[in-house]
């Protein structure tokens, strides 16, 4: 991947960032699995909690890679 579509890419995570952090909504529901989220690590032992942990990474990394292919189109859309 070039430099500029690197830096084209950070640009649109930081974007995402800030609509949502702007979302009364999407930050209701980030506390609410933040809670739930440390309720159920509570109850893990230490292999699981490590697999969970690789788990979540995943998660992010798909819902990163999402957003920036839905900002991507929606710019490509010119909505």
Do not use: P, W
């Not at 609509?19 to 999407?26: E, F, P, R, Y």
């Not at 690789?54 to 999402?66: D, N, Q």
């Amino acid at each position: 991947m070039s430099e500029s579509s690197k830096l084209f890419e950070g640009f649109i995570v930081r974007r995402c960032e800030e609509i949502t952090q702007a979302d009364g909504k999407s930050q209701e529901l980030n506390a609410k699995i933040l809670q739930q989220e440390a309720d159920f690590k509570k109850t893990l032992n230490a292999d699981q909690l490590k697999k969970y942990h690789e788990l979540e990474e995943t998660i992010i990394e798909l819902a990163t890679h999402k957003e920036i292919c839905i900002y991507k189109q929606a710019l490509n859309d010119k909505i």
